[in-house]
């Protein structure tokens, strides 16, 4: 697998995304922390830095011992403000409520009360 990441990384004209992602998911479903770790940069930036990557770069970096845990908690506690999966996860971690945020229709209530009448 070393060889795939350093290809990834000296070639940046191989590095699509959903190549290294597929690599990510062996590094996660193998525990690799380390290789994980160095992988999640060759990731486009918008991608690196979406909730996914960012919960399990934090999970990486504790399980390695490069962060503290209340460093940890501290990274999972602006994760557990967002409504998705890692929100979530996050809110369970730091053991906070999730954040559902809700917001009313933006319908007229005119169109759900015609689309309430259809069969």
């Known amino acids: 697998m070393r ?8 070639s940046p004209s191989l590095r699509k995304t959903d190549v290294i992602e597929r690599l990510l ?7 690799n922390w380390q290789r994980l770790i160095a992988t999640i940069p060759l ?28 460093e940890a908690h501290q990274r999972f506690q602006e994760l ?6 890692y929100g ?11 954040v559902l945020g809700h917001q009313t229709s933006l319908f007229p209530s005119s169109l759900i009360s015609e689309l309430a009448a259809r069969p």
């Open 80 to 85: 557990a403000h967002k409504r998705n999966f």
């Open 25 to 31: 998911r062996i590094q996660l479903r193998e525990k």
């Open 43 to 70: 990731l486009p930036a918008e991608d690196a830095e979406s909730d996914r990557w960012r919960y399990w770069a934090t999970r990486a970096s504790l399980e390695l011992g490069k962060i503290s845990v209340n």
């Open 88 to 98: 979530f996860l996050s809110a369970d971690i730091t053991k906070t409520r999730y």
């Open 3 to 10: 060889r795939v990441e350093s290809l990834l990384a000296s």
